[in-house]
């Protein structure tokens, strides 16, 4: 010894890396073998969609033994997922400029209205050719093609629910940001995007449901002479359906409702109860609900809080960046004439542009179409019409007080939930057995009774909207109602239902678009060799599509896009104003 100080073990770097090895437990364990178990699964997966694509005309059915069920239902999440992913950049980028920037929500609005109610055989005849075209010979186009088609059915509302979480800011926080000097990004992240989360979440759950009503489409694709079958439950049920297997149908169904209680509890469940933080107030909902046992076994571990500790301090650092100019009080007088020049060239551009785009769309139809066709169409979409608005005031009557009383009361709130996800996920083409024998056993009248099928799926738009603003309802405001005894009538007419309008359009913004998509399914409907059509839009677009009219389908899509944008200008719009004007708590 050379020193008269006693030796000491070398431990090298204890700090960095023993720490972390002596927290990591049975549940970090357990949790890291899941992780790596999905990984593989999706890999394998994702290794199909480099296989060749056999010929389109040419595909083996699918086989309905139970047994594949399982494969065929990992394959639809994955598709679901993956859509979902992208229905959320697509979400973040497409609200905030619409609820940031007024010359562009004045346009971006009423297209993603438009687009929402485009049926997905309108965007299914032209996408599946170019992303077959874009990956030729291989599963990859297929399979985005029928990513696109699912992302088509959640997109839309997700951006609709965060644009109205965006616009719903209170007064008071706008201006707390402005004194605090928070520059633009860091006011978005640090103020907008947490305003916006309780609705964003509420709206990817519902979106994520609604997606399965497509996945039919998404999966078995038919356009032409064009005839791809993937993998999955989608067209598990198409081929179920075509056969008339009773037993295969009910095996799908059963298998769906395990995977969506499965993603609720690993996935929406959790991500609801962080949602509740970033409620303006304490809410009854959240103080109420037990705690998911997801986030309870997470807590249980070691090694995964410090990964979430250093994603979350990273994060922070990431919201706090000094980007964009910082707020400052505005001034009225030179910059108030700017903005109303700008907004005035603005216009004068989008004119010139429409002008131009009508000229061109009027010498194609001169030349493409004859005036009768024009008129049948004219009709044709004034018939679907009739039923959205019918279907439309039928849902908002039965479930406007049903949401309500489900959502002030939070423990039928929290049941209600998944109840509702079950319900707007189950595909409406399940109930085609049942119609189509009733129909041709009473000698019923298909453009009736065939209706009802429109709404089954979009009217849980209005329940989950509708739900979602009562639970996020100011208590203080229902207090001020109890203290001062306003009951019956005057309650709806002076307390709540004011409250709920922004929520109940938005939820009927995205009913209504869905009614308009489902339009394409209920008003031509197949069971084995029967097949019934109603008189409509959504039938003439159907029929195109299988008879491969490009130009039909085109016409018809044109003639829904016209109906949805005069409906926009005349009704949703000023309805969306005033509720915001004069119907927002602020």
């Given at each position: ?35 790596v178990?999905?990984a ?11 296989t060749?694509?056999?010929?389109p ?6 086989n ?26 697509f979400?973040?980028c497409?609200?905030?400029?619409a ?7 004045q346009i ?25 075209g874009l ?14 088609t699912?992302f ?8 609709f629910?965060m ?26 992240w ?6 916006a989360?309780p ?44 056969e ?6 009910m ?15 690993i ?9 509740a ?28 809080n ?13 919201a ?13 007088g ?10 005035w ?18 010498m ?5 179409y ?8 004219g ?11 019918s ?21 039928r ?23 189509v024998?009733?129909i ?5 009248v ?12 979009a009217?849980?738009?209005?329940l ?12 203080a ?8 005894n ?35 399914a ?9 097949t ?9 677009i ?19 896009s ?6 926009n ?5 000023p309805?969306?104003?005033y509720a ?7």
């Amino acid at each position: 010894m050379t020193s008269g100080r006693p030796e000491v073990p070398f431990r090298p770097q204890a700090s960095s890396y023993a720490l972390p090895l002596r927290q990591f437990n049975g549940v970090d364990a357990f949790l890291l073998v899941c992780v790596v178990g999905v990984a593989v699964l999706v890999g394998n997966s994702l290794g199909h969609m480099l296989t060749p694509l056999s010929a389109p005309n040419n595909v083996a059915p699918l086989n309905l033994d139970l047994f594949n069920l399982p494969g065929y239902a990992f394959r639809t999440t994955l598709r679901m997922f993956a859509a979902l992913v992208a229905a959320l950049a697509f979400t973040f980028c497409y609200a905030t400029l619409a609820a940031k920037n007024r010359l562009a929500g004045q346009i971006l609005i009423p297209l993603l209205d438009v687009l929402q109610s485009v049926p997905i055989l309108g965007f299914l005849a032209f996408t599946v050719t170019f992303f077959l075209g874009l990956f030729p010979g291989r599963v990859l186009g297929a399979e985005l093609a029928a990513i696109f088609t699912i992302f088509t059915s959640q997109a839309w509302n997700m951006a609709f629910g965060m644009f109205q979480g965006l616009r719903s800011v209170p007064t008071e926080l706008e201006e707390a940001a402005q004194c605090y000097g928070l520059t633009g990004w860091q006011k978005f992240w640090r103020l907008e995007v947490p305003c916006a989360i309780p609705s964003l979440v509420w709206n990817s759950m519902i979106s994520m449901s609604s997606g399965w009503f497509m996945v039919v489409y998404s999966e078995a694709i038919t356009v032409g002479h064009t005839r791809i079958m993937l993998p999955g439950i989608g067209s598990y049920v198409g081929v179920a359906i075509s056969e008339q297997n009773i037993t295969a149908i009910m095996a799908a169904v059963a298998a769906m409702l395990v995977v969506i209680l499965a993603y609720d509890q690993i996935l929406f469940r959790p991500l609801v109860a962080w949602s509740a933080r970033f409620r303006l107030e304490a809410s009854e909902l959240s103080e109420g609900a037990p705690e998911p046992w997801v986030l309870r076994l997470l807590r249980h571990t070691r090694f995964l809080n410090i990964i979430s500790e250093s994603v979350l301090r990273g994060a922070r650092k990431f919201a706090s960046l000094p980007l964009g100019r910082r707020f400052a009080p505005l001034r009225v007088g030179h910059s108030g004439k700017q903005s109303k020049t700008r907004m005035w060239v603005w216009r004068g551009f989008a004119a010139l542009c429409f002008i131009a785009a009508l000229e061109q769309a009027v010498m194609y139809a001169a030349t493409s179409y004859t005036f009768h066709q024009l008129l049948q169409v004219g009709l044709l979409g004034g018939m679907t019409l009739l039923r959205v608005i019918s279907m439309l005031v039928l849902a908002s009557i039965l479930w406007v007080p049903v949401g309500i009383w489900l959502g002030l009361n939070p423990s039928r709130a929290r049941r209600a939930q998944l109840i509702v996800q079950y319900c707007a996920a189950f595909p409406a083409n399940l109930f085609y057995p049942i119609f189509v024998w009733g129909i041709v056993h009473f000698q019923l009248v298909p453009d009736i009774w065939l209706t009802p099928l429109m709404i089954l799926g979009a009217q849980w738009y209005i329940l989950f909207n509708i739900i979602n603003g009562a639970s996020l309802f100011p208590g203080a405001l229902l207090e001020v109602g109890r203290n001062f005894n306003v009951r019956g009538f005057l309650w709806w007419r002076k307390i709540i239902l004011p409250g709920l309008v922004p929520y109940y359009l938005t939820g009927l913004l995205a009913a209504s678009g869905g009614a308009w998509n489902a339009s394409i399914a209920s008003e031509m409907v197949q069971w084995g060799s029967v097949t019934l059509r109603a008189h409509g839009l959504g039938a003439y677009i159907a029929q195109a599509t299988i008879d491969g009219s490009t130009s039909q389908v085109a016409l018809g899509v044109v003639m829904m896009s016209m109906i949805v944008i005069f409906m926009n200008i005349f009704v949703w719009r000023p309805l969306s104003d005033y509720a915001y004007r004069r119907l927002k708590f602020s």
